[in-house]
Structure formats: C-alpha cells, structure tokens
C-alpha cells in the first residue's frame, strides 16, 4: 500500500505564540519512549516527562474499563494531576487509558490534544493525531499519518557531536569502519547462536575485502549465545561493545557517525531507520531460514557450523511460530508486518541484504523526512485560525 499523498504547504502554518503544555508518557519499552522523545525535542516546545509504572494486571482494566487510571502502579508513577497539558504524546497499548483519562478530567477534546505513536488499540477517533508506519497496516484516515519509519532521535548535530567523541578512541582501527548493529528476538525473529556467527562470518568478510575493520554493538534484546557466536567468528581488527543500561559512554552513535558502512539485523525497525538516516550503504541481515528468507547462505568451508536438532528444540519459540502464522491468518488490528518496511528500504535504494552487494552506481536515495513530517502535522493541530476577511458592509 503506497503511502498517502502529503498536502502540499505553500504557506507556514501559524501557530500560537505560547506553546502548549506538554506530556510525554514514557513507559517500559525504550523504542516507544524513544520516538516520544524524538518527536517532541524536534517540536523545540518545552516538555514534562512521565514515567509510568504499570499494573500485571492492566490488560483487563485496559481493555474493558475505558479511560481508566486502574492499571497504573500510582505510588511508582509521576503524578498525574492538574495543571494538565494541552497536548499529550503517547505511545503503547498501556499508556491509552491514561491518556484518554487525562483528556476527559481537563474538559475534554478540546482542552487536550493527544498524539499517540505507533497503533492505538482504541479507536482511532479517540486520538487527534496518529503517527504510525507500514507495519501496522492501519487504514487511510486524515487524523492517521502514515510514515515510512519510526521517528528516532538521530540528528546530524548528534553524529558530528558522537563522531567527535569516538574517532580518537577508534584511531587505532584501519578504515574504513563497517558498523554491525545487533538487535535480538522480537516477532517471528530468532537469534540464535548460528545467525550470531553466520553474522560475525559475513560482516568479517566484508570488512575485510574493504581492508577495514568492525565496529559492533549489541542491544538490550541480544541474546548472549549470539554475541559470543558472532564475536568468536570475527576474523579482523574490531571494537565490541556489549550494551549496559543507562551507560554514558555507550559508543552507538559514534558508531553510526564513523561507519562507512552499516549492518543491521532485521528484527529492529528503530536501529534500520537510524542506519538509512546516516544516508550510508545499509545491509539488513535477515533472522529468518526458509521460503522467502534473504539470509545470506553458509559458509562453504563449514567455519559456521549448522544449528543442531537439539538446538532447535532448546531455541523453540511458540510465540514466534504464532506470530509469523498471525500474519497471514490473524486480524491486523493484533499483528504487525514488519517485511513491509524492509521491502520499502530496499526498493527506496536507501538499503540491500547482506549478502548482496551494493551498486556503486547507485545515486544517493531521497533522505527519510517522517520527522519532518510528523512535527508539521502535530503543529497543524494548534494552528492559528486565520482571521475572517471583511467584506464591504458586513460587519465582522
């Protein structure tokens, strides 16, 4: 489904001189809190964060009590109290109920405008604004904003500021750099301990055809058995980072602003789209075996040994069988198609599987403007009326 024609801006939109006050509701997923931040900061309005702890169980009351604060842990949670906002940026099934809460104890509609990232769970008359992408597969609706990607909060100003921070500490490392991004087990994706170092076989390769080296970062999701895979595989000169909560010298974003190149497995749509930010050749390693997988093959000389029967059994994943047969079988409102994103990145040329090689030729591709995007709209929703023109004997 192509996405939707924008409406051309021939004009700024006014908006008030004030800006609104403004909530962002940052629960227990990063990717979720991430694009809330990224979308607010690019607003440039002045914010407050909330960060909210969740009942085991908020799914009931979520789903059959409404606008409800019954699934909030209150004691553990910023509070919720007057002076409220007038615009509320959300994202998650869990923060709906509150949000929609919120609005009805400050008036109602037109006293809070909630923007909500992602897919509702509610009906989408119920949010002002939705900021959503391809994998959801929600309809064509004007308060739905269909993008290409999640938002992030990759700027240029944070590459150069990254890029200045990490080039010293990585001198040591022959260029060029091929940065390899790992993500973990999300949807129908296994990462197991033959795709970590069928990765670690590949990304090596490729830096060292290029006579450079590796600059690899795993994630809160990587599993260790796939770390350790991909490390023990490495055959050139390489940075590992292992990712530790709330680090300072976490070294992502020098990473991104250094690569030459950059590899990212699949399962993460936030670390794709941060990497077909940058503008860069991007591989996307693919998780899935099997009819219709892009993953690059074994080795010939059997240095990645093939997962074992006994590995499969330890490494089954019913969650993962089911959603990749929810796909096809299940309503969309539950499943997400996250292929679909994959396949635009390739086709926009911002992106190739690893395995493939990248055309040379290849003109930059048009740089992703979802941002962009998103801040106009959020803007248009505090628009200034435009003032009524009088007319000859009519009186205002």
């Known amino acids: 489904m192509p996405l939707a024609a924008e409406p051309t801006i021939h004009a ?9 006050r403004t909530w962002l509701m940052l629960g227990h997923k990063a990717g979720d809190n991430s694009q ?31 606008p409800t604060l019954m699934g909030l842990i209150k004691e553990r949670s910023s509070p919720l109290e007057p ?16 949000v929609r809460w919120i609005q009805r104890a400050a008036g109602g509609p037109g006293r809070v405008r909630l923007v909500h990232v992602g897919r509702p769970w509610a009906r989408h008359e119920c949010f002002d604004l939705i ?19 999640p938002l992030h909060r990759v700027t240029a100003e944070r590459l150069a500021a990254a890029a200045a921070q990490w080039a010293p500490r990585l001198a040591h490392l022959p260029r060029p750099y091929v940065a390899v991004m790992l993500g973990g087990q999300a949807g129908p994706f296994n990462f197991d301990r033959e795709n970590g170092a069928l990765l670690g076989w590949h990304s090596s390769r490729m830096a060292e055809a290029l006579g450079g080296s590796l600059l690899v970062s795993t994630s809160a999701r990587t599993p260790p058995k796939a ?11 390489a940075q590992v980072y292992h990712w530790r909560r709330d680090d300072p010298d976490n070294p992502y974003f020098g990473f991104l602003a250094l690569a030459d190149r950059i590899i990212v497995t699949c399962d993460s749509m936030s670390m794709l789209a941060e990497a ?17 997988s892009h993953r690059p093959p074994l080795p010939a000389d059997g240095s990645v040994l093939p997962v074992t029967p006994l590995e499969r059994l330890r490494d089954f994943n019913l969650r993962a069988l ?19 994103i994959h396949r635009r990145q390739v086709e926009a040329g911002r992106a190739v599987w690893l395995g493939q090689p990248w055309p040379e030729d290849r003109p930059p591709a048009p740089p992703l403007a979802d941002l962009e995007r998103a801040v106009a709209r959020v803007r248009a929703l505090f628009a200034t009326p435009a003032a009524p023109s ?6 205002l």
């Open 83 to 98: 002076p409220w906002p007038e615009l509320i940026i959300s994202a998650g099934r869990r923060n709906e109920p509150l």
């Open 36 to 66: 809330i931040l990224a979308l607010a900061e690019a607003l440039g309005w002045p914010f407050e964060t909330k960060h909210l702890v969740y009942r085991r169980t908020e799914l009931l009351t979520n789903l059959f009590a409404g």
């Open 276 to 292: 077909c930010f940058t503008r860069k050749p991007v591989f996307i390693f693919d998780l899935l075996r099997g009819k219709g």
């Open 131 to 149: 900021v959503t992408t391809p994998q959801y597969r929600l309809p064509q609706k004007p308060n739905i904003l269909h993008n290409e990607a």
């Open 390 to 395: 009088r007319q000859p004997g009519r009186p």
């Open 322 to 340: 089911i959603y990749r047969a929810s796909i096809h079988t299940g309503p969309k409102r539950l499943t997400r198609d996250v292929s679909i």
């Open 227 to 237: 770390a350790d895979a991909l490390e023990a595989a490495l055959r050139v000169p």
């Open 12 to 20: 700024p939109v006014p908006v008030r001189s004030v800006p609104p």
